[in-house]
């Protein structure tokens, strides 16, 4: 009798929650059920649909990333052409005060203790139905003191130096309808070896560490840029050669790029080359591989008012070598006595502060190790000569740099800073207080500068010279120059960027 009355019980409970289930609430509950389920898939969908038409690399904010341009918008932007102009202004003062005004050992400084105009660009990009250019010019003190250290446009004639030393970028190509993209470039190109970018509009500091400064800017030749989604790029290049105009040799460099951007908080960059840049030695090998890594380990770009927004790291490192035998029985090998390498690395953390991130500070540097000094930045004037003559396998040159900067952008147009900056190298660099362009007692006045000035910033002075007897000997005229192991700085640095 219990479970016959257990059992009516049991039934009358499950009619009562089926005629429930017809209830007002539970079909109000089903549909919003419903709606939430087909809310989501909406959702899913259009952040899939996002992210099929996002631009490569672009489907989220980057604009904190170093190296990377941070405008979200550009003040000329139409169908058919995006204009692109940068206004980079500097004043520098170093604790040697070299009475010639000179920065040794930069590609971003040029003058001491003056108002420097460093760069000038303008230009854009052309783009029409598939059909791609981008020509920027480069107008200022870079447009010398960059070029000075590519010697391949010495190698015959057509003085390319001066035919290209006011181009920064100067590319036309195609672009297929591929995956995400793919882009066919032949020219000047940007190379983000060393993770800065070569516009300091986009950097965390204006001196970049010694790995940045001392690998190349730029490539003259062909690039393949390939997305095979929108968080990837790999880039192929067939160039002339390391940051030259020519070829060093008669093979031409060969290299590869990959960039990662997995989320909104992390980059990869991967950069290896290959190429024979060793002048007139095309048995020597070059290899070089730089790999960087950036992640924004805070963010609260979304909050009002004052406080940390964003804080973000990036770390690089570098490793080449050189192998071969030269002409002349010179031997190059990666380690020992004719050790020619380059190991670097540098580490930087950034942070965004104040009412929408206006305030950055920025705190980091790094350390290099060159023998054989092949990637070095030769010091100009007087003491050419004599760095080239002792840059030889096995001879040494190691340093290290840190700096601190502080940046104000009231808007995304506008970058001031101010920066402090140490660097020193095991070896007389940088130039002291007597300089580099005339002998002791000199004013820093080039003796003639109407028939001894030179646009690459050489006067000849060797260490030594070939008699009447053919042989090698101390050069009597030699004209001694002051280069020092290190040098504090102070730099500010007005950047405009339309």
């Given at each position: 009798?219990?479970?016959?009355?257990?059992?009516?019980?049991?039934?009358?409970?499950?009619?009562?929650?089926?005629?429930?289930?017809?209830?007002?609430?539970?079909?109000?509950?089903?549909?919003?059920?419903?709606?939430?389920?087909?809310?989501?898939?909406?959702?899913?969908?259009?952040?899939?649909?996002?992210?099929?038409?996002?631009?490569?690399?672009?489907?989220?904010?980057?604009?904190?990333?170093?190296?990377?341009?941070?405008?979200?918008?550009?003040?000329?932007?139409?169908?058919?052409?995006?204009?692109?102009?940068?206004?980079?202004?500097?004043?520098?003062?170093?604790?040697?005060?070299?009475?010639?005004?000179?920065?040794?050992?930069?590609?971003?400084?040029?003058?001491?203790?003056?108002?420097?105009?460093?760069?000038?660009?303008?230009?854009?990009?052309?783009?029409?139905?598939?059909?791609?250019?981008?020509?920027?010019?480069?107008?200022?003190?870079?447009?010398?003191?960059?070029?000075?250290?590519?010697?391949?446009?010495?190698?015959?004639?057509?003085?390319?130096?001066?035919?290209?030393?006011?181009?920064?970028?100067?590319?036309?190509?195609?672009?297929?309808?591929?995956?995400?993209?793919?882009?066919?470039?032949?020219?000047?190109?940007?190379?983000?070896?060393?993770?800065?970018?070569?516009?300091?509009?986009?950097?965390?500091?204006?001196?970049?560490?010694?790995?940045?400064?001392?690998?190349?800017?730029?490539?003259?030749?062909?690039?393949?840029?390939?997305?095979?989604?929108?968080?990837?790029?790999?880039?192929?290049?067939?160039?002339?050669?390391?940051?030259?105009?020519?070829?060093?040799?008669?093979?031409?460099?060969?290299?590869?790029?990959?960039?990662?951007?997995?989320?909104?908080?992390?980059?990869?960059?991967?950069?290896?080359?290959?190429?024979?840049?060793?002048?007139?030695?095309?048995?020597?090998?070059?290899?070089?591989?730089?790999?960087?890594?950036?992640?924004?380990?805070?963010?609260?770009?979304?909050?009002?008012?004052?406080?940390?927004?964003?804080?973000?790291?990036?770390?690089?490192?570098?490793?080449?070598?050189?192998?071969?035998?030269?002409?002349?029985?010179?031997?190059y090998s990666p380690f020992g006595k004719n050790a020619s390498n380059f190991m670097s690395a540098m580490a930087y953390n950034r942070t965004l502060f104040g009412d929408g991130g206006k305030w950055g500070w920025t705190f980091g540097g790094g350390v290099m190790s060159n023998p054989s000094r092949y990637l070095a930045l030769v010091p100009e004037g007087l003491a050419t000569d004599s760095f080239l003559a002792a840059s030889v396998p096995g001879s040494k040159m190691a340093g290290w740099d840190a700096s601190t900067t502080i940046d104000y952008n009231p808007n995304q147009f506008l970058t001031i800073r101010f920066e402090l900056v140490h660097r020193f190298m095991n070896v007389p660099y940088f130039d002291g207080p007597s300089g580099i362009t005339t002998g002791p007692g000199g004013n820093g006045y080039q003796t003639n500068p109407a028939t001894s000035y030179n646009p690459n910033s050489y006067i000849p002075n060797p260490?030594?010279?070939?008699?009447?007897?053919?042989?090698?000997?101390?050069?009597?005229?030699?004209?001694?120059?002051?280069?020092?192991?290190?040098?504090?700085?102070?730099?500010?640095?007005?950047?405009?960027?339309?």
């Amino acid at each position: 009798m219990k479970k016959l009355f257990t059992l009516i019980l049991l039934l009358g409970c499950i009619l009562k929650v089926s005629a429930q289930s017809n209830s007002p609430v539970l079909k109000m509950i089903k549909a919003d059920t419903a709606k939430m389920r087909l809310d989501s898939i909406r959702k899913a969908d259009s952040i899939k649909k996002a992210m099929d038409t996002a631009e490569p690399l672009g489907y989220a904010d980057f604009s904190w990333v170093n190296g990377q341009n941070r405008q979200s918008s550009k003040l000329l932007d139409n169908a058919y052409f995006t204009g692109d102009f940068t206004f980079d202004m500097n004043y520098t003062q170093s604790s040697n005060h070299p009475n010639d005004d000179l920065v040794a050992g930069s590609t971003a400084l040029a003058r001491d203790n003056e108002i420097d105009v460093s760069m000038i660009a303008i230009g854009g990009d052309f783009h029409y139905d598939n059909v791609r250019g981008r020509i920027m010019t480069q107008f200022g003190t870079r447009s010398t003191i960059v070029p000075r250290n590519d010697y391949s446009g010495y190698k015959g004639l057509d003085d390319l130096p001066d035919a290209y030393r006011y181009l920064s970028e100067a590319y036309g190509g195609y672009h297929f309808n591929v995956w995400h993209g793919i882009n066919v470039d032949m020219g000047i190109f940007m190379s983000y070896i060393g993770l800065f970018s070569y516009n300091n509009f986009e950097n965390w500091a204006y001196q970049p560490s010694y790995t940045s400064d001392n690998t190349p800017w730029f490539f003259n030749g062909i690039r393949v840029q390939l997305f095979p989604t929108v968080k990837t790029k790999i880039e192929l290049w067939f160039i002339n050669g390391w940051q030259s105009y020519a070829t060093f040799n008669k093979m031409p460099g060969l290299g590869f790029a990959i960039v990662t951007q997995p989320n909104q908080r992390t980059k990869f960059i991967s950069n290896n080359y290959f190429g024979t840049d060793v002048a007139g030695a095309p048995d020597v090998k070059r290899y070089h591989t730089d790999n960087s890594f950036e992640y924004l380990y805070f963010d609260a770009a979304d909050k009002k008012g004052p406080g940390i927004k964003r804080m973000a790291f990036s770390v690089t490192a570098d490793f080449g070598v050189q192998n071969g035998i030269a002409p002349g029985g010179v031997v190059y090998s990666p380690f020992g006595k004719n050790a020619s390498n380059f190991m670097s690395a540098m580490a930087y953390n950034r942070t965004l502060f104040g009412d929408g991130g206006k305030w950055g500070w920025t705190f980091g540097g790094g350390v290099m190790s060159n023998p054989s000094r092949y990637l070095a930045l030769v010091p100009e004037g007087l003491a050419t000569d004599s760095f080239l003559a002792a840059s030889v396998p096995g001879s040494k040159m190691a340093g290290w740099d840190a700096s601190t900067t502080i940046d104000y952008n009231p808007n995304q147009f506008l970058t001031i800073r101010f920066e402090l900056v140490h660097r020193f190298m095991n070896v007389p660099y940088f130039d002291g207080p007597s300089g580099i362009t005339t002998g002791p007692g000199g004013n820093g006045y080039q003796t003639n500068p109407a028939t001894s000035y030179n646009p690459n910033s050489y006067i000849p002075n060797p260490p030594t010279v070939v008699n009447a007897q053919g042989q090698t000997v101390a050069n009597p005229n030699f004209v001694p120059f002051n280069l020092v192991n290190s040098e504090s700085r102070f730099i500010i640095a007005l950047i405009t960027r339309f």
